[in-house]
């Protein structure tokens, strides 16, 4: 239009707005210029506008000169840049400690769990503490404890649109050496230190305390609300589908349920310096598979061609480094990019991430090779991560076997992410043996009702604070929750740093208390929303 002078194409910011092709001709220093304006290059493109697409590409492969890297140019210089600089209130120190002494008592009962264990002894002495941190939770709500996994009900004065809180009891084991003892619950240094700090007490602490206040209030929230916390679900195991059984029962159908899974990450990709509120919208699916191969054996001083662990090798070196897995820029992931780009620190990246409509291509292509989190969001992963043979360093195996970890992405789902990999298995000798397996779960719709309420919330609870979708590469109990819920969203309200990603099933879990009474107001305002 302003290269014509005119208003001759329709111009809003709703992708998909052109579709058809507006043509005009302006004089260049005599000389005529003729000019194309086409539908945007967008792969989600719906059927009307996908043909305008198809009319894009072919007026493209005419044109003399195509400016389309001009133009991501100029939309990033005009576009205002963002910075994230969201901290806890230093006013909230006092607050802050009282929390954290909470924290400390919950993280000195050990919860640990093992796969296919089942203690609920001992889960129910935690039971015991959560009642003398949380008495009126106790004493006011309906209790039902079953095999040792938590649901408590909160009447409000509707029943339509509940909602429900969780987060997990149990933590992984606790090995090495850490600096603080893992079931210490030592507070210095500004952050509470052992097993469950971040993985995910703090979470479980924070809904209760959102609830122990507004019980002493007198509150009635506008809505049913459910707190639930399983002890089993750092195995995956039953504790969270016997709640969801007995939710069935009752026939509750949740509005929304918010579990861990996405948080307030410290530069959540690289170049994009500041606290995100990163809100897990869907998992991968996941599969454990045993690949094997067979042989008659025999002594290592005369070995054969393609022997087990050469087969086994020779497969584990054609998927690493030619995956048989697409890559797709899912619509969740390309909002992700499109809500940091404005952050990134380099012209560069706000260049990449905040033209999508052109670089899409490019990020597919790069995007695994800078970041492996990235990576593992645009496509079906698997890691190989067990391995067996002879037991004698002179004897040929009859028998080796690889184990492996999927992870699957909606674009390509369990079945034909494990054929991908079944067939290429055949190609190298081995049988395929998928020893558990689930596929990825429906993803949250990013512009509905509850997705929109939960991020509000956050911009409510934490001024200045970015939300953006997120893709869970890991699993949850939230998993389990999707028969009687559409809007299962992964976000623990608490701040990640590099120190406490690294403490997450690892050495010195921590977190920094300075962020647990932002966490305990989130829950309290989600508790509050549904008017």
């Not at 992700?336 to 260049?351: C, D, E, Q």
Request: proline content about 6%; overall charge negative; hydrophobic content about 40%.
């Amino acid at each position: 239009n302003a290269l014509l002078c005119e208003e001759r194409a329709i111009v809003t910011d709703i992708p998909g707005t052109t579709r058809d092709v507006v043509r005009g001709s302006i004089l260049v220093a005599g000389l005529r210029v003729n000019l194309s304006d086409t539908a945007g290059i967008r792969e989600q493109a719906e059927t009307v506008e996908a043909i305008g697409v198809q009319r894009a590409r072919e007026i493209m492969r005419a044109a003399d000169l195509v400016l389309l890297v001009l133009i991501a140019v100029v939309r990033t210089l005009v576009s205002p840049r963002k910075t994230s600089d969201y901290q806890p209130p230093q006013t909230d120190e006092a607050e802050a400690l009282r929390l954290a002494g909470k924290l400390s008592k919950m993280i000195q009962v050990d919860t640990t769990s093992h796969a296919g264990g089942d203690d609920p002894a001992r889960f129910r002495a935690f039971h015991k503490t959560l009642a003398e941190l949380f008495p009126l939770v106790f004493s006011k709500l309906e209790k039902t404890e079953i095999d040792g996994n938590l649901l408590f009900y909160w009447k409000g004065r509707s029943d339509k649109k509940p909602i429900l809180l969780m987060s997990h009891q149990d933590v992984v084991p606790a090995e090495g050496a850490w600096s603080h003892a893992p079931f210490s619950g030592d507070i210095a240094d500004g952050k509470v230190w052992g097993r469950g700090a971040s993985d995910t007490k703090c979470s479980v602490m924070a809904f209760f305390e959102a609830a122990e206040q507004l019980l002493a209030e007198g509150y009635t929230p506008p809505t049913d609300v459910y707190l639930a916390s399983s002890c089993t679900e750092e195995w995956a195991g039953d504790g969270a589908p016997k709640l969801v059984a007995e939710l069935q029962r009752r026939g509750v159908e949740l509005f929304l349920v918010c579990d861990e899974g996405g948080a307030i990450i410290s530069e959540p990709i690289g170049g994009i310096p500041g606290n995100f509120a990163m809100v897990g919208v869907f998992e991968k699916g996941k599969a454990d598979v045993k690949f094997t191969a067979r042989s008659t054996g025999g002594h290592a001083s005369a070995p054969g061609r393609h022997t087990p662990i050469a087969r086994l090798a020779a497969f584990v070196t054609e998927v690493e480094t030619h995956s048989p897995f697409k890559k797709k820029l899912l619509p969740e992931v390309a909002a992700m990019f499109r809500t940091l780009a404005p952050y990134a620190s380099s012209f560069g990246l706000r260049l990449l991430l905040g033209n999508l409509w052109l670089f899409a291509p490019l990020l597919k292509l790069v995007l695994p090779a800078v970041s492996a989190q990235a990576g593992a969001m645009l496509r079906t992963t698997i890691a190989f991560t067990t391995q067996s043979g002879s037991d004698a360093y002179n004897v040929i195996p009859q028998e080796a076997t690889l184990g492996a970890n999927m992870r699957f992405i909606p674009h390509q789902g369990e079945q034909e992410s494990l054929a991908i990999i079944q067939t290429l298995a055949e190609k190298h000798g081995l049988s395929t043996e998928v020893l558990h397996a689930n596929d990825f779960t429906p993803p949250v719709d990013i512009h509905g009702e509850a997705f929109t309420l939960f991020t509000r919330v956050i911009g409510e609870t934490f001024p200045g604070l970015a939300a953006s979708p997120y893709v869970m590469t890991g699993a949850t109990d939230a998993q389990f929750y999707q028969p009687i819920c559409k809007s299962c969203i992964r976000f623990a309200p608490v701040i990640y740093g590099p120190e406490q990603m690294r403490g997450m099933h690892g050495l010195n879990e921590n977190i920094e208390y300075r962020c647990l009474p932002g966490a305990v107001r989130f829950y309290q305002n989600l508790i509050r929303a549904e008017k």
